[in-house]
């Protein structure tokens, strides 16, 4: 049977009390995204018709984080179990006619062919009303465990831990919570669930029996960790960093300690991008082919050139552009500018709001002094032109093509292009001065004693 409209309910009305933070639950960055984010993107790649996140405390945080998404916020005002949040979705499904996947905020890493192959399960020849996610963890402990019939995947029950027998708690097949179903079967499924438990609250699980036909599908352990603190989002956080490292290798980019190299979630590399160890990307880089980034740099909102060379020890800032065979140098940082074309910036070197033509050579110790304290304001430094070191560059100011600043400059003024400019004051020489100094100093040190 082909599959049929999609809607994507995910959970996140948890207050997440363990994570002891001001930011929702599911708001908290791994790689650099919300894990909501990641969740969503993946589940993005279904095209689903619709999309609501059920929340509690915390909405307006969740709201405004998916609202670019287009997704639909519905409310759960009172914690009153797993069931009762997808109730609170009925309302923003009105009308949808398909499949439901029922996803959790707090479970990030559900790649996109795991929640295929839910839906696909669902729509199968012999179509169950339910379809759950397990997995087997290294150590099922205290997990809800998924009876399946022998030599089958139809899901007899799921029974808690504390519920289990001997022989139900040896079975290693865990549930994970997910879960698929029929639009026209899930809310009437739920309509049927009851309270009437120690924690009086109406579990979602209860809608296996209630179906009385459900199957079960396996996903790898690590795909659904569960983060409900700040020690298991690290974990998570790790688990995503060493699976981007390998892709990163296996598309042709060397990582010399990779386990030192941290990634952004939309970090990009060309092919035979060399990294060295303890470099760090934040959001929104692009590698290109051949480049290298040396040791202890840090990266983020940047456009590193084919061939071009990073650091060690360099800061790429959002807005920094590097072009092809470019060098930013060590202890260099630049923001909002433009790196032309075999441009060197090599060491202890700010360039900020500035445009720096091709093949131009910055000295050590160059600052473009882009703020008065109000507004900032940009620097051009054309092709081919030579910054001595220690100079300053007070924008709004334009270096021609071919000028040679002079080494220790302050240049308030344009120079025109291929001009030597020097600002800075005439050297004097007095002979003898300073051994006269010396001795004098002496004298009187001794004198003091």
Request: proline residues 3%.
């Amino acid at each position: 049977m082909p599959s049929r409209n999609i809607a994507v309910v995910v959970l996140a009305a948890g207050k997440g009390t363990r994570m002891k933070s001001d930011l929702h639950k599911v708001l908290h960055p791994i790689a650099g995204r919300p894990m909501l984010l990641h969740l969503l993107s993946a589940a993005q790649t279904l095209s689903p018709e619709r999309t609501v996140v059920v929340t509690g405390a915390g909405r307006e945080q969740v709201e405004a984080a998916v609202a670019p998404l287009g997704a639909k916020i519905a409310v759960q005002a009172e914690q009153l179990g797993t069931g009762h949040a997808v109730m609170q979705a009925e309302a923003a499904l009105v009308g949808f006619d398909g499949d439901v996947l029922i996803l959790y905020g707090d479970v990030p890493l559900v790649r996109a062919e795991t929640m295929r192959a839910m839906i696909d399960r669902l729509n199968a020849a012999d179509a169950p009303s339910v379809v759950v996610l397990g997995f087997r963890p290294a150590d099922p402990g205290a997990y809800g465990r998924l009876i399946v019939g022998e030599g089958s995947d139809r899901l007899e029950k799921i029974v808690e831990f504390k519920d289990a027998s001997a022989e139900e708690r040896a079975v290693t097949l865990c549930n994970t919570g997910l879960m698929a179903a029929r639009s026209a079967d899930l809310f009437a499924l739920l309509a049927k669930l009851g309270n009437d438990n120690a924690a009086g609250e109406y579990y979602l699980t209860d809608v296996v029996e209630l179906s009385g036909k459900a199957a079960v599908i396996e996903a790898d352990a690590g795909e659904v960790t569960g983060v409900n603190s700040r020690g298991e989002l690290a974990m998570v956080e790790a688990a995503w960093q060493q699976a981007r490292r390998a892709q990163a290798m296996a598309d042709g980019a060397t990582l010399i300690a990779p386990e030192t190299v941290w990634f952004a979630h939309d970090t990009r590399l060309g092919r035979d991008v060399v990294i060295e160890p303890n470099v760090v990307f934040g959001p929104g880089v692009t590698v290109g082919d051949g480049a290298t980034i040396h040791a202890f740099s840090h990266l983020e909102g940047a456009d590193v050139g084919a061939n071009a060379q990073v650091g060690p020890y360099a800061r790429l800032r959002p807005g920094a552009v590097l072009a092809e065979q470019a060098k930013v140098g060590n202890f260099v940082e630049v923001k909002k500018a433009n790196v032309g074309v075999g441009a060197k910036v090599s060491h202890l070197t700010y360039i900020g709001d500035a445009d720096v033509g091709a093949h131009a050579n910055i000295g050590a110790g160059t600052i473009t002094c882009n703020y008065d304290g109000f507004f900032k304001y940009r620097t051009v430094i054309g092709a081919g032109a030579f910054i001595g070191s220690n100079s300053a560059l007070v924008a709004p100011v334009t270096i021609g093509d071919g000028a040679i600043v002079g080494a220790g400059s302050v240049v308030v003024r344009d120079v025109t292009a291929d001009s030597l400019a020097l600002a800075r004051g005439r050297q004097e020489e007095r002979g003898g001065w300073a051994k006269r100094f010396r001795d004098a100093m002496t004298a009187k040190k001794k004198g003091g004693k």
